[in-house]
Nanobody
Framework: QLQLVESGGALVQPGGSLKLSCTAS????????VGWFRQAPGKERDFVAA????????KYADSVKGRFTISRDDAKNTVYLQLNSLKPEDTDVYYC?????????????????WGQGTQVTVSS
């Protein structure tokens, strides 16, 4: 069974940090570009960050640039999203997605596999 599993979401105070993980099972993640998206109930899914298949190219949404960092560890079949300087407006369900792509994309429909999401809540 091919699947992605996110973990690491939690309740954190403004200014805090979290590290989200996205682990693949049933397929080798190093053949895929990976993106992170986030979505609040009743709202559209927004692009957050993406990493190319070889890890050499990264892309961030303007709203998270300088605060979030995407990385990959192909030996662990996992992609990470480090979230620093968190703000209440970062509260969302965060999803990772993998696509049979050489390069990254910010378009959600270009990705083939999706995880179930992990909740990040930023509140005092």
């Amino acid at each position: 069974q091919l699947q992605l599993v996110e973990s690491g979401g939690a309740l954190v105070q403004p200014g805090g940090s979290l590290k989200l993980s996205c682990t693949a099972s049933g397929f080798a993640l190093h053949y895929h570009a990976v993106g992170w998206f986030r979505q609040a109930p009743g709202k559209e899914r927004d692009f957050v960050a993406a990493i190319s298949r070889d890890g050499g190219s990264l892309k961030y949404a303007d709203s998270v640039k300088g605060r979030f960092t995407i990385s990959r560890d192909d030996a662990k079949n996992t992609v990470y999203l480090q979230l620093n300087s968190l703000k209440p407006e970062d509260t969302d369900v965060y999803y990772c997605a993998a696509g049979d792509l050489l390069y990254y994309t910010t378009i959600d429909r270009d990705y083939d596999y999706w995880g179930q999401g992990t909740q990040v809540t930023v509140s005092s």
